[in-house]
């Protein structure tokens, strides 16, 4: 059986003109061209992959024949061999080296800082005020990630930073992940400001690290554990630019992806009413009144639903993959160095798993309804190996912050001001303002 070629393919350019042009709505027609669908970024094939099973396998089962693909090697001159990029062995030793900064034990103790962080949000809103919802939510992620795992002095001066820079960062990666290689020599002003982002974030890190070096005190947060840290058969530590290669790389994963995902629970909860309501009567009998804890969480059914729901509608769009190995996928032979394409998007927007994938309905995620759904279709967080270090940790932060700030305030949208979306590697607001009310 043969692979389709899937349409709108251009010479020389391939499907990077359609894919930049119209983006999701690209990838989520592809599945009617087949299981895998053949895609050409510039002139370069790729293998997009549409069914829920066959991207299990890639990233489960088969996950070990397969490295970080094309796409991220766009990053590398920012995150260099963090472990978002890293590969094999070394990946994996970095991972184990980190988890326990992710543990339950420890997620439990990050999420009274979580809690103090959104309280500090918003004890100065004042009733009527119109507030940027999308920079307030990138602004407490920043926070939160910087207090939680780097103490405070990254966290502090990383705010202002990663705020600018990391946006730049990902559109401009993105752009040069979908465009033939030569568009990345090009002397054009995405090229500088790229450049520049990166030169900023790396040399805030730095500076950072070698003040640590010059006190050498354990801090006990996930910076100390870096920085401690020795290799098992060399007992060397991590080089500086290992250290920032894996700040960076935490924080890349944990801002833009958490902040957006709660912007959007905003703006999502604003537009169902009904939505609204529940989640206000589920947080009223459950919290009463005082602060969220940790062992709230599991109480909060419906709160979650609806953190499932955003999860699905507003994922990351493009996940690559590079074959170390021969695959057979569909019966078709996928030589050893293809690139492998999986988009969370498509899958959460695929008609024969979700009914009407449009509309924003947190009861898909009652329990015999989940059941229904095949293995692969609902990947907000990837699977496998390289399923994502802070899920429990940003899905702890997402249900903090937003059961603290919908247990008092309302979030209104500005009518004269409608949300338009972008899209870069998910989908961002054009803006987000929203005017506090407290609830009454
Ligand atoms: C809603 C929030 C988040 C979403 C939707 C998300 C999504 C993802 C996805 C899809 C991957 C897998 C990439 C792949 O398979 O190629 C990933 C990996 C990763 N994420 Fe997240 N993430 C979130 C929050 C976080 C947070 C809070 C952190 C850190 C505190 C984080 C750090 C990372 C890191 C370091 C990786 C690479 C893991 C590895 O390859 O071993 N992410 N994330």
Redesign the pocket.
């Known amino acids: 059986m043969s692979v389709s070629v899937a349409p709108g393919r251009w010479p020389l350019l391939g499907h990077t003109p359609a894919m930049l042009r119209r983006r999701f709505r690209f990838t989520s027609e592809l599945y009617r061209y087949g299981d895998v669908v053949k895609v050409y970024l510039g002139p370069l094939p790729t293998y997009f992959v549409t069914s829920p099973e066959l991207v299990h396998r890639v ?1 489960v089962n088969d996950g070990g024949s397969f490295r ?1 693909g094309m796409m ?1 090697d766009k990053f590398v001159p920012y995150l260099g061999n ?5 590969n094999g062995t070394f ?1 994996l030793r ?2 184990r080296l ?1 988890q326990p900064a ?1 543990h339950r034990e420890r997620i439990a103790g990050y999420a009274k800082t979580m809690v103090r962080a959104v309280s500090e949000l918003v004890s100065p809103w004042r009733s009527g005020e119109v507030r940027a919802v999308d920079k307030d939510m990138q602004g407490i ?1 920043v926070s939160i ?1 910087g207090e939680t ?1 780097f103490s405070t002095e990254v966290g502090q001066r990383a705010t202002v930073e990663a705020r600018r820079s990391i946006p730049i960062v990902i559109k401009q990666g993105m752009v040069r992940a979908l465009s033939p290689s030569f568009v990345e020599r090009l002397p054009i002003p995405g090229n500088r400001r790229f450049d520049e982002a990166i030169e900023r974030m790396r040399s805030m890190v730095l500076d950072v690290v070698s003040e640590w070096r010059s006190e050498g005190a354990d801090r006990g947060d996930l910076l100390s554990m870096l920085l401690l840290a020795r290799d098992e058969e060399t007992g060397e530590h991590m080089t500086d630019d290992q250290i920032c290669d894996e700040v960076l ?7 833009e ?2 902040a ?2 709660l912007a959007w629970a905003f703006h999502e909860i604003a537009r169902h009413p009904e939505v609204e309501q529940r989640l206000h009567a589920e947080l009223d009998r459950v919290l009463s009144g005082r602060l969220i804890t940790f062992d709230d969480l599991p109480k909060l059914t419906f709160t979650q639903q609806v953190v499932n729901e955003v ?1 699905r509608m507003y ?2 769009w493009i ?3 590079r074959a170390t190995a021969e695959v057979q996928l569909a019966g078709e032979r996928i030589p050893a160095g293809s690139e492998v394409t ?1 988009s ?1 998007h498509a899958l959460h927007f695929d008609s024969r798993f979700y009914d009407n994938p449009h509309r924003f309905d947190p009861d898909r995620w009652q329990l015999e309804r989940v059941r229904q759904l095949p293995k692969g279709a609902f ?13 429990s ?3 702890t ?2 249900l903090i912050v937003l059961a603290t700030i919908a247990a008092r305030w309302r979030l209104v949208p500005v009518p004269a001001r409608p949300v338009r979306v972008k899209f870069t590697s ?1 989908a961002y607001p054009s803006r987000m303002p929203m005017t506090v009310v407290p609830r009454g």
């Open positions: 990233l970080k991220f963090g472990l978002l990029l890293s990946h970095q991972r980190m992710f992620a990630v795992l790389s935490l924080f890349t994963g944990a801002v992806t958490t957006l995902a999860l994922p990351v996940l690559m993959r999986v969370p990947i907000p967080f990837g699977a496998g190996n390289r399923q994502c270090i802070g899920n940790f940003a899905q932060e997402i998910a």
